[in-house]
Every structure is written in structure tokens, then in C-alpha cells.
């Protein structure tokens, strides 16, 4: 029996999978390979997550505490800060942040890191797969040379594969199990094994020819999402320009059922991916004498969001004859998107410093998130009893999350800014400005 039999048999059975990373991607993914049967252990550089995933407790909107919990007390999951966990197990993950740099230039010294770590405890009879979003390349460049530095021969000895992770956090319809996943292996037989692994916890899988179409697929469904976003962004800065309801145009052109896909404007891009992953695909280009224009474009009109807002706020204040400056303004929804606590590039950071910084008086409300961290403050979420829309001279809506009663808000609200078309159920009214 060759290894990569032995090992494909010990995948469809009882594996020990390694998860690195217990982040948004990693612990989904970890929860979902034990639920499947296997053994998995889960390893983070953050000493609280290591410990809140020992005492069953999850940290994820994705992950119950319950199911964790559970899988936890059968020992089917735990997690450690030691990569010697990971000597015996049949297959390692890597789901690891992989951030931009100052200059927006690739930061993949987290992927460095992990693939080092890896490196010290790989062994004849391993499959391991990069998740993390890199530029095409990463897995052959980085990850290749460092495991055969070990004398063991890719495709033989070990198994090497890209799968682009396409976890959706807050996403009830789309789960982890839903997702189709896009594999590339290094060879036929790391794909084979990749597909083997991911047959556990998802229903279709994609294979393609190589670990650098697969980190090329990634980069493409975020840049699509990213430059059409930004497209409709432009697209409702010219209809305010035209005195003409940008939601309603969405709304009349997906009645269209081919050849249209509605994407919705907002106060800035957030989260992980779409605000980096685009930048990834630059660079890489940019090494081989190309200058991807739509890139830069898109990221433009995306960055200049959050600034366009606090002008619609200034200009909501200005046509009422008052200033920004002392003005009492309650910012609802400081996450990234609706429903989830991420706050990673969140536009409402921005948004909130630069309405401190033009003197006004910020407060926030968001059910997910208790805090949040500026460049020079800390602010608390205050208690929605403690809201006082009557008192405010602007409620400004940045995250449309379950559970708000938009018509209560606009009536007790005296001015209203609405950058997620969250009031659209509302009857219009005079003081109520959307995006």
C-alpha cells in the first residue's frame, strides 16, 4: 500500500486533523472536522482563544457554545499553543490572518510563521493545506521548499494542496457544509487526498489543476465583489447627485432575470477580505510588468466612503442651520456587516474618528459589540435604555443588525442617516436621509 492510500484510508476514517489558526475561518472548520468524527486539535498564538476553546466556549457567531462545548467534553476537539500537537495528526490546516502591510504590500508573515512551525514537526504520511487568502504562488514558493528542506518528496512522502476558505460569518443559509470548495494539490494525489479530507464537512467539492488556480479563484470572487461594490458605491453618489433613489434603481434592475447581479452601496468596505485580498493580486501582477488599473479604481472610490458620509452628516446638520461641532450624535451598528461582532476595518471606525475629530459628540449602540477601540479612545457601547434618540440630534445608522424596530427609531429620532437603506419598510419622511 503506498502512503498516499494509507493516508487517504485514515481521512475517511478516524483522523487527527490540525487546525492552525481559531480565528473566523479555523474554528468553524475545526468544529465542523470533529463533528464529522475526527479528532482534531486546534492551535492559536492567543493564549484567551486557546483557553475559551479548552472551557467549551465559543468566541464565534458561527460556533454555539453548546456544539463546541459538547465536542470539547467527548474529546473531539482541544486546543493548544504547541505546534509538537501536531506530529501525529494526518492532516494539517492553515488558517492563518494574512493582514496588508503600511504600503499595501502582502503581510504573510503570519503564513512565514506557520509554515516554519509546520516545518519542525512534518512527517512521511501528512497531508497539509493552506486556507489562508495569498497571492497565487504562496503555497508552491513558501510552503514547498521549507516541508522538502526535511528530505521528504511532495506528492510521495507528503501532501500539499490550496483550498480557498469562503466562510461568510452571520451567513444562516450558507454554511461551511454548503459552500462548494475549490481544492488544488500540488500533484493529482495531493488533490485527491485535499478532496478526501474536505469530503468530511462539505457536500461538493471543486478541484482545479493547481494550488496557484485555486489562490487565483480566491482573489478573483473578492475582487468581482470589490470592484462592483465599488461601482454601485459611485453609482449612489451620482443619483443623490440627480435627486434619484439609488435603492429604488437597485431594486427595478434585479427584477432583470439575466445578465444582473445587485450589489448594494454602503458607508465603506470592512472585514477581512475585500478591503485586502484585491491587493494581493496587485502586487503579485505588478512583479510581472502589469498595472491592474480596476484594482486601484475600485479601491479609491471604496476608501473615499466613510469620508462621503461624514459630509452627508455635515450636510444634514448645515441645511438644518447647526454645526457638527457639539452636535449629539448616536451611531447604531459598529461592525462590519449585520449580525456578526467583527469589527476588522470596520468603516465606522473612521467614520466615529472623524466625527470626534470635527468636534462632535459620538455615542454608539451595538448589541454585538461592547466596545471598540479607536486610534486615541476607547469607546463603550452604551445601553440601548440609555439611547435617548429624542435627545440626539442624529442618529446615524452604519450596521442595519437584527432586532432594531427601525419604524420606533425614526419616529422618536429627530434626523436621521441611513447608510444600509435599513429604514426601507419605514414611510419616507423628511428627516430621514439615505445613502
Not at 492553515?94 to 508573515?109: M, N, R
Not at 470572487?221 to 461601482?231: D, G, K, P, Q
Not at 452627508?312 to 449580525?339: C, E, M, S, T
Not at 455615542?363 to 486610534?375: K, N, R
Amino acid at each position: 500500500m503506498t502512503t498516499a492510500d494509507a493516508l487517504k484510508r485514515r481521512l475517511a476514517a478516524t483522523p487527527t486533523v490540525g487546525v492552525i489558526g481559531l480565528g473566523y475561518v479555523g474554528l468553524p472548520l475545526a468544529v465542523a472536522f470533529a463533528d464529522s468524527g475526527a479528532t482534531v486539535i486546534g492551535l492559536d498564538v492567543d493564549p484567551t482563544r486557546v483557553a475559551r476553546v479548552r472551557a467549551g466556549e465559543s468566541f464565534i457567531e458561527d460556533v454555539s457554545t453548546e456544539t463546541l462545548g459538547r465536542l470539547v467534553a467527548a474529546e473531539r476537539l482541544t486546543a493548544t499553543d504547541d505546534i509538537a500537537a501536531f506530529k501525529d495528526a494526518d492532516a494539517i490546516v492553515i488558517c492563518v490572518p494574512t493582514p496588508l502591510g503600511k504600503s499595501k504590500e502582502p503581510d504573510i508573515s503570519y503564513i512565514v510563521s506557520a509554515a516554519d512551525a509546520v516545518a519542525g514537526v512534518i512527517r512521511r504520511g501528512q497531508l497539509v493545506v493552506l486556507e489562508s487568502t495569498t497571492y497565487p504562488g504562496t503555497t508552491q514558493d513558501i510552503l514547498l521548499p521549507r516541508f522538502e528542506a526535511r528530505g521528504l518528496k511532495a506528492g510521495e512522502d507528503f501532501f500539499l494542496a490550496f483550498s480557498p476558505e469562503r466562510i461568510d460569518p452571520g451567513n444562516r443559509r450558507y454554511t461551511l457544509r454548503e459552500i462548494p470548495k475549490v481544492v488544488g494539490g500540488l500533484t493529482p494525489a495531493c488533490r485527491e487526498l485535499a478532496t478526501a479530507l474536505y469530503a468530511r464537512v462539505t457536500r461538493q467539492i471543486v478541484p482545479v489543476s493547481a494550488p496557484q488556480t485555486a489562490e487565483m479563484v480566491k482573489l478573483f470572487e473578492n475582487t468581482f465583489r470589490s470592484v462592483n461594490i465599488a461601482l454601485v458605491n459611485e453609482f449612489a453618489i451620482m443619483c443623490r447627485r440627480l435627486g434619484i433613489s439609488v435603492w429604488e434603481v437597485i431594486d427595478a434592475a434585479a427584477t432583470k432575470p439575466f445578465g444582473f447581479m445587485p450589489f448594494y452601496p454602503g458607508p465603506g468596505l470592512g472585514g477581512h477580505c475585500l478591503p485586502s485580498d484585491p491587493h494581493y493580486l496587485s502586487w503579485r501582477v505588478r512583479l510581472e510588468g502589469y498595472e491592474p488599473r480596476f484594482i486601484a479604481f475600485a479601491d479609491e472610490i471604496n476608501r473615499q466612503m466613510p469620508a462621503y458620509v461624514v459630509q452627508l452628516v455635515a450636510d444634514a446638520f448645515n441645511d438644518r442651520g447647526r454645526a457638527v461641532r457639539g452636535a449629539r450624535v448616536l451611531v447604531l451598528g459598529v461592525a462590519y456587516k449585520p449580525n456578526v461582532a467583527d469589527t476588522r476595518d470596520s468603516p465606522a471606525i473612521e467614520i466615529i474618528q472623524t466625527l470626534l475629530a470635527k468636534g462632535a459628540r459620538v455615542a454608539y449602540h451595538d448589541p454585538l459589540v461592547p466596545s471598540l477601540t479607536l486610534d486615541r479612545t476607547t469607546l463603550e457601547s452604551i445601553a440601548w435604555r440609555d439611547a435617548d434618540l429624542a435627545g440626539r440630534d442624529l442618529v446615524l445608522i452604519l450596521t442595519g443588525h437584527r432586532g432594531y424596530d427601525w419604524g420606533a427609531i425614526v419616529r422618536e429620532a429627530r434626523l436621521v442617516v441611513d447608510t444600509r437603506n435599513a429604514t426601507a419598510d419605514v414611510p419616507p419622511a423628511p428627516h430621514v436621509i439615505r445613502l
